[in-house]
C-alpha cells in the first residue's frame, strides 16, 4: 500500500504528459495535413479525431452536400471562397500560431456525423475552441456561423474568425491574381484609345463646336429651373384629377408639382430663350431690311404672348401673383 500511494503521483503526473503529448501530436499530425492541403478533407473518423474534447487547438468545419443530387446551391457557391480562406489562412501561418485547422466535411463521406448532429440543411459552419490550454474556451459548445444572407465572401468569414480567436495571428485572405480580367481590361483600354485617336480627326471638331456646348448646356440649365430634381426626389405624379372628372396639369402650391408641370414650364423656358436668342443674335444678321422687321414683329409677338402664359402659370401656383398680361389675364 505505501508503494503504491509513494508512486500514484508520479502515475499521474506520467499519464498527464501523455494525455498533453497525445493532444500535441494530434494537432502537429492535422497541422502537416493542412500544409499539404488546406481545408482537410474529413470523414466520419477524422471529424471525431479532430474535434473530440480535450484539444488544444481550434478546429473550423464546414458540413456541406457538394453532389448535385442534393441540389444545395449555396453549398456550390460557398465551397470556392472556403477553399480561399483555408489556403490563405495556413500559407499565412506556416509556423502555426494561430492553432486553427481548417476542415471540409461533406455529407457523403459523413452522414453519420450528420445524423448525430441532427443536420437537415447545409452548408453548416462550425468552429470548435480549444478546451485546454492558454486560449480555452468557457463553453465547449462550437459557434455557428449565420448563412440566412447567403453566400459569404471568404473576407466576411475571415473576420468572423478573426472575433472568435482574439490574441492571435488572422492571416490576411489572398486572392489569385485574375490574369484574364487583367488582359481583358488591358485590351479594352487599348482598343478605346485606339479607337479615339484614329476619330480624333471627326470627334474633335464636334467637341470642340460651341453650338453643341451651347445647346448640351441650355437643354441642362432648361431642366434644372423647371424642376426636373424635385420631381425625382419627390415622386411626383405625371398628372392629377381636378375632382370634376377633368385633369390638372398644373399643381397648385410652390410645395407640389407635377411631371407634366415641369415639362409645359421646361418648353415656355425655352421658347422664350429662342426668342431672345433669334432677336439677339439671328434677326440682326439678315441682309434684308423688310424680312428682319417682319422677324423683328413675329419674335417679339411669340415673347410677348409666351410671357404672358408664364405670368399665368405663376397665378395658378400662387393666387396672390399680381402680375399678368393680356391675352392669358
Not at 476619330?199 to 431642366?223: E, K, T
Request: charged residues 15%; contains cysteine; positive net charge.
Amino acid at each position: 500500500m505505501r508503494i503504491l500511494s509513494s508512486i500514484a503521483p508520479l502515475l499521474l503526473l506520467i499519464g498527464g504528459s501523455l494525455a498533453k503529448k497525445a493532444q500535441t501530436d494530434s494537432y502537429e499530425e492535422f497541422n502537416k495535413l493542412a500544409q499539404r492541403s488546406s481545408p482537410i478533407k474529413l470523414n466520419d473518423a477524422t471529424y471525431a479525431s479532430l474535434t473530440t474534447a480535450p484539444r488544444n487547438h481550434s478546429v473550423a468545419v464546414l458540413l456541406t452536400a457538394l453532389e448535385t443530387r442534393f441540389g444545395c446551391q449555396l453549398c456550390q457557391e460557398f465551397q470556392p471562397e472556403w477553399d480561399l480562406l483555408g489556403k490563405s489562412w495556413t500559407k499565412g501561418d506556416k509556423t502555426g500560431e494561430s492553432r486553427l485547422i481548417f476542415g471540409t466535411l461533406d455529407f457523403a463521406d459523413g452522414r453519420e456525423t450528420f445524423i448525430s448532429l441532427g443536420l437537415q440543411t447545409a452548408p453548416v459552419l462550425m468552429l470548435f475552441n480549444p478546451t485546454v490550454g492558454p486560449h480555452a474556451a468557457t463553453s465547449p459548445e462550437p459557434s455557428r456561423y449565420d448563412f440566412t444572407a447567403g453566400p459569404p465572401a471568404a473576407e466576411q468569414v475571415h473576420s468572423w474568425l478573426s472575433r472568435q480567436l482574439p490574441n492571435r495571428p488572422h492571416p490576411a485572405v489572398k486572392r489569385p491574381i485574375n490574369w484574364l480580367r487583367w488582359a481583358s481590361t488591358i485590351t479594352l483600354v487599348l482598343g478605346v484609345g485606339t479607337a479615339l485617336v484614329s476619330a480624333s480627326s471627326y470627334v474633335l471638331p464636334i467637341i470642340q463646336n460651341r453650338n453643341i456646348w451651347a445647346s448640351v448646356s441650355l437643354i441642362a440649365i432648361l431642366l434644372f429651373t423647371s424642376g426636373h430634381m424635385f420631381n425625382h426626389i419627390r415622386k411626383v405624379p405625371y398628372i392629377v384629377g381636378d375632382g370634376k372628372g377633368g385633369v390638372s396639369y398644373i399643381a397648385g402650391g410652390f410645395q407640389s408639382q407635377l411631371g407634366l408641370e415641369t415639362q409645359i414650364v421646361a418648353a415656355i423656358y425655352g421658347i422664350l430663350s429662342f426668342c431672345a436668342i433669334t432677336l439677339a443674335v439671328k434677326v440682326p444678321r439678315m441682309a434684308d431690311s423688310k424680312t428682319q422687321q417682319v422677324a423683328v414683329v413675329v419674335w417679339s409677338i411669340t415673347l410677348f404672348l409666351v410671357y404672358s402664359f408664364l405670368l399665368s402659370v405663376f397665378r395658378v401656383k400662387n393666387g396672390g401673383y399680381p402680375f399678368s398680361l393680356p391675352p392669358f389675364m
